[in-house]
């Protein structure tokens, strides 16, 4: 978001890089992903973020409860999707990995890469489904435009490093000099 400000308080033309959530939702259907899975997915994404951001210190009940309602609000707007109550969120949480999320020391890594369970599997083919769109951009304005400067995570340049390469040649890395 910093950068995309940057861009347009200066005038600079910006283009956002990830897909709608309703194409992600079509690629992850057509899979066989249900809506079921869909927002059980969009909440394990919103709680990640509530952990990371400090908006919940950890995965008590107490916490769950308490973020718990806004979390559903913003599941419905991300994906009008109905979420589970947070009984039955805990409950097919149990299911996909052995354990109640209360308390779950590795519930951060069951939202990283190498979560193996159907989330797991969703997450990797939510992941790929941006990749493959932000790397269409990327060639369609290169096609269009003789430069063209691209803001992304780490995660994307770790994805997609070897495509760009194989388009463009290997990267010449420059030092920051002040």
């Not at 309703?22 to 952990?51: H, I, P, R, Y």
């Not at 589970?84 to 949480?93: A, C, G, M, N, T």
């Not at 779950?104 to 159907?118: E, I, N, Y």
Request: cysteine-free; aromatic content about 8%.
């Amino acid at each position: 978001m910093y950068a995309a400000s940057l861009a347009l308080s200066r005038g600079i033309p910006f283009i956002g890089g990830e897909p709608t959530q309703e194409e992600q939702a079509q690629v992850l259907k057509a899979k066989g992903f249900t809506d079921a899975e869909l927002a059980f997915n969009s909440l394990m994404g919103w709680l990640s973020q509530a952990l990371r951001s400090g908006d919940i210190s950890n995965t008590s009940a107490a916490s769950l409860t308490k973020i718990y309602p806004r979390l559903v609000l913003d599941v419905r707007a991300q994906t009008h999707l109905q979420a589970p109550s947070l009984q039955d969120f805990r409950q097919r949480y149990r299911q996909l990995y052995g354990v109640d999320i209360v308390g779950d020391a590795k519930f951060p890594l069951r939202t990283d890469v190498g979560d193996t369970s159907r989330h797991g599997q969703m997450a990797t083919i939510d992941m790929m489904t941006r990749d493959r769109h932000l790397l269409g951009l990327i060639e369609q304005q290169l096609t269009d435009r003789h430069s063209v400067l691209v803001v992304y995570g780490g995660s994307h340049w770790a994805t997609l490093s070897l495509a760009l390469e194989k388009r463009l040649g290997k990267p010449t890395v420059r030092p920051y000099l002040k």
